[in-house]
Every structure is written in structure tokens, then in C-alpha cells.
């Protein structure tokens, strides 16, 4: 599974359960999305290597080439996990009444950037420096 599907099936999986009023969904994505913008472990990843082998490992393919100095050690996807985490907490824990609709943002963003293959989030964290 390649990065474009994993956050074509990530925002199909967020709006449905915003869709379905699912809180417990929602937190779970939640744990999910910090578990792998903590540890860098990647659930598609790991379960591509553990059906396929060495043969299961995916290039990372880059729609837009950015030519920014890489000033964090940080990889721009880890990072890119934990904002939509901590977008999701903000809208759907902190202030549920008030920024409910930022997770139907983020949901169909990710919608999007599945769909095209251009995150323009991610594109942001690459030319603020993350690797």
C-alpha cells in the first residue's frame, strides 16, 4: 500500500465514521495516527513486508520534487500523522461545539490528496524542513 492509498483509505475511513457519528471510531483512528507519527511504524508498510517478504517494500514516490534544505531529522509523514491527530483531538475532544467541522476538513483533504496524489500539507512540512 503506497502513501497515496493509504490517505485515500484514511479519509474514506475518517469521513465515515464522522458520517456514522462514530466517537469511539474516531478515537481509535486517533491512537492509530499517533501510534504511527510516534513510533514511525507504518501498519500498510509492516503488512506489505509481512505478505511480501523483501519484495513487499515500497518506494516512496514524490509527485512534486521540493527543494528545501532539510532542517528536522523528522520524517515529513510522521509529521504529517501527528497534525491530523492533533487536528482531530482539537475538533473532536477540546471543542467539539465549536471547530466540529475541521474533521470533515481533514477528512475530505485526505479524501483528496488520495485522489490526486498532491498533499498540500505535506508539501508545507517538506518546504518547512522535515525530511
Known sequence: MTDRQSRLLLGLVLLALLYLDNAPGVEILIGYLLFEGITGWRLPLLVNRLVAGDAGKVRNV???N?????RFQFAAERALRLTIALILLVSVWIYPQQVWWMAWFVGFALLGAGISGVCPMLTSLRMLGFR
Open 66 to 70: 521540493i527543494a528545501a534544505p532539510v
Open 62 to 64: 514524490q509527485p512534486l
